[in-house]
């Protein structure tokens, strides 16, 4: 059965990617174009009705949110992470399920609201907005930084696909308009940043970037994707 990732560069579809790569899954890359509002169109909206990316198909099984594709991802393998702890057991799924329902609710979300304040609110309100969100994912920053091991990933001794999705949110942080800036360069914040550099140590989370455009180091020096900014954002 062939997996279809539905993608735009440097969209949800990333987390995604990076975990395919890193669990050693294959799968068909199928570009949505943003600059032409692909994502809005019928076509799409029957396999996500919000009309957000990304979109993975499973032969007859269509997923949107990323935090639940993670997790078909993990029962399909059997795997959590990369090297392991085995989906299965109930103790690591739970430690892994708690963070991804916080990246996915509140991490991602709180990013969301940043990034895209003027469909939340009326334009007089979007500075407002902003400052609030910056100032709650600064928040953010510190008690992650605080729950993190020195040299430690989310859930697990080992990576788990809740640190893929928490780095790609620490990219976003650094690269897209908050307001104010909430992690700059990691600066401030050792533990996040070994996450960062562990991420971007492994050669299937820099293909997955690599795949999407995304240059250099891509969670430590973040920079957008090389691309044309309409084909990135809208
Ligand atoms: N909760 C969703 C959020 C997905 C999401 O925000 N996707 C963005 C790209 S990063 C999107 O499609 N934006 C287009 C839009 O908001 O119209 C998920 O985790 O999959």
Redesign the pocket.
């Known amino acids: 059965v062939t997996l279809r990732l539905h993608w735009?560069p440097?969209?949800?579809?990333?987390?995604v990617r990076i975990a395919l790569e890193e669990l050693g899954l294959t799968y068909e890359p199928v570009r949505?174009d943003?600059s032409r509002?692909a994502?809005?169109a019928p076509a799409y909206l029957k396999l996500?009705p919000?009309?957000?990316?990304?979109v993975l198909e499973d032969g007859d099984l269509v997923l949107?949110?990323?935090?639940?594709?993670l997790l078909h991802l993990a029962d399909r393998t059997g795997r959590l992470g990369p090297e392991g702890p085995a989906a299965r057991d109930p103790q690591a799924r739970a430690a892994c399920l708690k963070w991804l329902f916080y990246l996915?609710n509140t991490l991602?979300?709180d990013l969301?609201a940043a990034?895209?304040a003027d469909?939340y609110v009326a334009e007089a309100a979007v500075p407002a907005l902003r400052d609030g969100m910056a100032a709650r994912l600064k928040g953010h920053m510190a008690m992650l930084e605080g729950v993190l091991a020195p040299t430690g990933w989310l859930a697990a001794a080992t990576p788990t696909l809740a640190d893929f999705y928490l780095a790609v949110c620490l990219r976003?942080a650094q690269i897209y308009p908050t307001g104010r800036p909430v992690l700059a360069g990691g600066a401030g914040f050792p533990r996040l940043g070994s996450l960062m550099q562990a991420v971007e140590a492994r050669p299937a989370a820099l293909r997955a970037c690599a795949a999407e455009a995304i240059p250099g180091r891509p969670f430590t020096k973040p920079e957008p994707p090389a691309l044309p900014v309409e084909q990135v954002r809208?």
């Open positions: 735009s440097d969209s949800a579809n990333l987390v949505v943003r509002a994502h809005k996500n919000q009309g957000l990316i990304p949107f949110e990323t935090g639940a594709i996915s991602h979300a969301r990034f895209y469909r976003w809208g």
